[in-house]
Every structure is written in structure tokens, then in C-alpha cells.
């Protein structure tokens, strides 16, 4: 879960570059180790692998019944983000309540970024954009229960234009704006 901090027009860069990595907060200590190597980061809660991760126990584990399994020729291990977005589009009730559970665990991280930053707006992007019909409006439920009320005020939160380019679209917009500075990513810290 990649993020990006603007202030006053730029981007938050911190004091090596690697400011607002919003997916390596810790949010649950004892939770499963993430691709970085600690435990309980964001990251394992939201996003594409965690929709999967979350179907497969639905199914596993407390024997749901799925089309999911259906679409992906009964093999449990075959199918993808994107069935699992469709099968919830044909109102699949696992795919449903994946993306639920992962829509509360994006709300939590956004209502604590608007508690810290009081944000005039909030972009969500990346690969959960396939899944902003049933991610947005739980995200944007939650942020109204868990963030400060004057925090809300005038508070949009809204998906990117790009759809699942957008964080490949940022990465290239700094590099261009890095290669235009004559600055490198290393020896680059404004903020």
C-alpha cells in the first residue's frame, strides 16, 4: 500500500526519500509478517492479496459457498483479484464481505492520516480502484466513525482518475521532476 503526502504542492519526501510508507505501519504487532519483514503491517490487511487471502479463508475455513470457485474452475488457487472484484459485481457474497473487510482496514488507516494530517482531500488509487464501487463507500463510512469531526469537515474522499496506473503514473511524474531538477531520488529531502 503505497501512499503520497502533498503539502502546500510537494511531495513529502522525509529525510531519505521513503517518507509516508503508510503500508509498513504497524497495525497489528502479533499480526502475519508482511513483505518487509515485520509483523503486522497494513499492508497484510489491505489490498489485492489481502481480498485473497480473505476469500480463501471464507472458503476454507468457515465453508462459505462461492462462485469465486466457479469462475476460477474449481481450482482455490487460481483465481485472482480481479475474479474476485467480478464475482462481487455478480453479488457473490464472499466477494463481498473480502472487500468489506478489507474497505474496514483501508478506512481505519485513512481515518488515522486524516487524524494526523487534516487533509482537505484524499485520493484512494492503485489496484483497489478495480473495487471502488464496494471500497469507497465503506472507507468513507468508516473515516466518518473513527476520524475527528473537525477533521471531516469539508473532507473529500474520492478515487483516482488513473485507475490501477496511478501509482506508476506518481513514480514517473517524480522521476521526471527529479530528472528536470537535476536532483537523484538519494540525495533528495526537502521535507
Known sequence: MGSGIIIDGN????????????????IDPEGEICSCGKRGCYETLIGPRAVIKRVK????????????LQISDDASEAFNYDTVVDAARKK???????LEDVGCNLGIAVSNLV???????????????????????????????NAL??????????NSLLDQDSSVMGVAGLV????????????????
Do not use: W
Open 57 to 68: 479463508k471464507l472458503i476454507a475455513e468457515e465453508g462459505r459457498e462461492s462462485t469465486i
Open 149 to 158: 469531526q473537525l477533521c471531516q469537515e469539508e473532507l473529500v474522499i474520492t
Open 11 to 26: 511531495l513529502l519526501r522525509g529525510n531519505k526519500g521513503y517518507a509516508s510508507e503508510v503500508g509498513h505501519m504497524t
Open 176 to 191: 521526471l521532476e527529479n530528472n528536470l531538477n537535476g536532483s537523484s531520488l538519494q540525495n533528495r529531502s526537502n521535507y
Open 92 to 98: 457473490d457474497k464472499v466477494a463481498l464481505a473480502a
Open 115 to 145: 487524524n494526523i494530517f487534516d487533509p482537505k482531500m484524499v485520493i484512494l488509487g492503485g489496484a483497489l480502484n478495480y473495487a471502488k464501487d464496494f471500497i469507497q463507500p465503506v472507507v468513507e463510512k468508516v473515516v466518518k466513525a
